[in-house]
């Protein structure tokens, strides 16, 4: 077969037939052949042949490859090793909790939100993306999906949005997870403890239908089996089909039996995993998601990513987001996994601060708009909060330290200040 430039030199000679270019019809190769008698079908093929072999290597050429990050090869080591195991865990401390990345959703008009989830990420060393909130109002009417409830009210239409704009954004990404946040979360300060022993429960999974591939035991450090991962929700129950699918462990940061009591379902389904109200305090478990409420913290995969969107969005939206994909759950259509006790919380002010779901006056809110304020706030779910952690250590006052220096020196018979 002759080179490209070959070819293209004696196109460029005689543009008869690409078949004597090649070679294949020898006897032609002598006739004279002028661009008269040349079909426009010939033409057109041999330029497009022509610009085949001149174009694609330069393409190819100056495309560099999409970079992803480099983990170590699971051909070159053991991935069921305990060590390599440790390792994967490890990475739950880093800025993204172990997973691809962290977004966090907030309206635009929640500054306040914005304001404390920044001194959050900046003092928990995390690193967050913002995924701007919707307005329900300005979604077009052509791009509501099919089946939504007429009682469906605008804020929870947009906030459907918002969390289908993170799915996506997901699936615009080269990432295999993503973990979603609420702008009005808190969590314990020893988080990324936590989030590092679940990590070492996953990939010794009791619960799973496979085994994980090597790429996950090397990559993933709380696999890829699942769509959803929630880790914060405000209540949560098994399926009473599978209540012996479930994985227990101790964790100390877990919060007292007393504080799980007052959300009573959460209580019962720990009670159902056969926990007494003692282990109930000490232990975690992990089991397949079937009904939750609230949507404060969840990762996703990018099948989960394209199964929500599919089932949410393309096929159509019945009522609130958290509602729905609770009902998808129920239903078999996502698969999920459910940390019990959760690992983040809503944290509440009281007053109508505490949502965008209502309105200001909303009788159900009370009568104030700022509550208690964030000094006073709390949660519900957890052991301590790194809420309270972050303004006890943040707290300064920079005259008490000229105050102690000043005595220092007096004391020392120093001259002082």
Known sequence: MPSSTRIFDQFLACPYSLDSLAGDRPHLAHNRCPLSKISLKRVS?????LLTLIIVPVVHYHSPPILKPVYPDSGSANCTDVNHQETVAKRAHNATLGFGEIVYISMPDRSDRQDAMTLLSAYAGLKLKLIPGVFGTEISSKAIPDGVSPKTRPSELGCWRAHADAWRYLLESDMDTLLIFEDDLDW??????TLENLSLQMQNSKIRVDEPSDYERANAPY?????????????ESSNPDFRGVVQIWDDPDVPDVEIIKKTK????????????DEEIGQKRTLSPAYQTVCTTAYGITRRGAQRLLITMSYIGFH?????????????????????????????????????????????????????????H?????????????????????????????????????????
């Open 319 to 375: 009522n609130a987001v958290d509602t729905d994909m609770s009902r998808i759950f129920r239903e078999g259509g996502l698969r999920g996994y459910t940390l019990t006790p959760p690992a983040f919380s809503q944290f509440r002010v009281g007053g109508s601060r505490d949502t965008d779901n209502r309105d200001p006056g909303d009788p159900r809110l009370g009568d104030s708009i700022t509550g208690r304020g964030n000094l």
């Open 223 to 235: 696999g890829l089996d699942w769509d959803v991962l929630y880790l914060g929700s405000c209540k």
């Open 377 to 417: 706030g709390y949660n519900k779910k957890l052991k301590g909060s790194v809420r309270w952690s972050m303004v006890e250590d943040l707290q300064f006052d920079n005259w008490a330290e000229y105050r102690r220096i000043k005595e220092a020196r007096t004391a020392n018979s120093v001259e002082s200040w």
């Open 45 to 49: 093929l041999v330029s497009g042949v």
């Open 188 to 193: 314990n300060p020893n988080l990324k403890k």
């Open 265 to 276: 379902l959460t209580y019962e389904t720990l009670q159902n995993f056969g926990l007494s």
